[in-house]
């Protein structure tokens, strides 16, 4: 049984009961039911590994490969390589960045004209950044305008983008969070996702999905039951609804 399990059968006999009022449950009752979960080892390590991998922390994946003798997914070699990707994004190198995509995959880009079109303008969005107005606009009229022709969204996204280029200060812009780096940090993680994906991998870790579906098992039993919680998920604790 897993621990989403013990919520739902919760909820089930909560559904159960007659009484308006909530159900108390005991810390000695939550426990009870806590422990009665069976974890295997294995399972738990191989949803650390699939985080070490899908965030790309090659050198704790390879200790922990050696440590607890969990095999990832794919060839470690890889992940450096795709960070080596993600962090030419996210320092603005988007034309190395491209170099190294299509020398991993030629066909992550061929096939994928979204991601392209993203990359190329963050390297419009670049060249704007450094005051380089002409080569900006002879850019976007040759690399991109085009896309925008075939594509209506890629039309909008550029015409968004070339508005940097009215404003003298870009504090002003409507559109000025295209310059911030968080929107590097987006595209660098799209770009990450198209290359797990190529390589037959899941895009996002696991961990982080379990941890939402933990939290949407308690706001729904909150409606039926007082409980402890684990409120804290980095260490996991139970508190008591008083605490």
């Known amino acids: 049984m897993s621990l989403f399990r013990i919520f739902i059968n919760?909820?089930?006999?909560?559904?159960?009961?007659?009484a308006t009022s909530k159900k108390v449950i005991t810390r000695g009752e939550w426990e009870k039911k806590l422990n009665a979960v069976k974890l295997r080892k294995e399972d738990m390590n191989t949803l650390v590994m699939n985080f070490l991998v899908t965030e790309g922390f090659v050198e704790a994946a390879d200790k922990f490969q050696r440590e607890s003798g969990t095999k990832p997914e794919i060839d470690l070699a890889t992940i450096t390589d795709r960070m080596a990707v993600k962090k030419a994004v996210q320092n603005g190198n988007v034309e190395d960045a491209i170099e190294k995509v299509n020398d991993l995959n030629p066909e992550i880009l061929d096939t994928n004209p979204e991601l392209f079109f993203h990359l190329q303008q963050q390297r419009l969005i670049e060249l704007i950044r450094q005051g380089k107005t002409e080569e900006a606009l002879e850019?976007?009229?040759?690399?991109?305008?085009?896309?925008?022709?075939?594509?209506?969204?890629?039309?909008?996204?550029?015409?968004?983008?070339?508005?940097?280029?009215?404003?003298e200060d870009a504090s002003n812009c409507p559109v000025k969070d295209l310059l911030d780096i968080s929107h590097r940090l987006k595209t660098a993680s799209e770009v990450n996702a198209a290359i797990l994906t190529s390589q037959s991998h899941e895009k996002d870790p696991k961990l982080p999905s379990l941890l939402k579906m933990l939290i949407w098992a308690q706001n729904q039993l909150d409606e039926k039951a007082v409980y402890p919680h684990i409120n804290d998920l980095s260490t996991g604790q139970l508190e008591d609804p008083s605490d």
């Open 139 to 167: 850019f976007a009229q040759e690399e991109l305008a085009p896309r925008g022709e075939e594509n209506h969204a890629f039309l909008q996204e550029l015409e968004k983008t070339v508005a940097l280029l009215v404003f």
């Open 10 to 18: 919760q909820l089930e006999e909560d559904d159960q009961e007659m």
